[in-house]
């Protein structure tokens, strides 16, 4: 049972961020990875229950990304973290 009532779900993510529609090249294990820990690190006491599924999805939209482009780096040899943090700005 989620923490915060507006947890959105994996199809809700999908809907409202196309761009992650993929289940090849974002699979649902791991956006639901990131929606709860979204559901553990963020709280709907402080943003509302109107906003929270916004600043959750983009929570995982951000960490999404990241990991993409890790695994992309990972596919041809890269070191995992390398494509983001400190040591690539």
Same mark, same amino acid.
Not at 78 to 81: A, C, H, K, L, S
């Given at each position: 049972m989620p923490k915060n009532q507006s947890l959105p779900t994996v199809?809700?993510?999908r809907r409202d %961020? #196309?761009?992650f529609a993929d289940p090849a090249?974002?699979?649902d294990v791991q956006i639901?990875?990131?929606l709860n820990l979204a559901d553990e690190l963020l709280s709907e006491n402080v943003t509302g229950k109107k906003l %929270? #599924?916004?600043f959750a999805e983009l929570?995982?939209?951000h960490y999404m990304?990241?990991?993409?482009?890790?695994?992309r780096a990972m596919l041809v040899g890269?070191?995992?973290?390398s494509t983001n943090g400190v040591q690539s700005s």
């Open positions: 199809s809700d993510f %961020f #196309p761009q090249k974002y699979p639901e990875f990131r %929270f #599924p916004y929570f995982v939209a990304t990241l990991w993409a482009a890790d695994s890269g070191p995992g973290g």
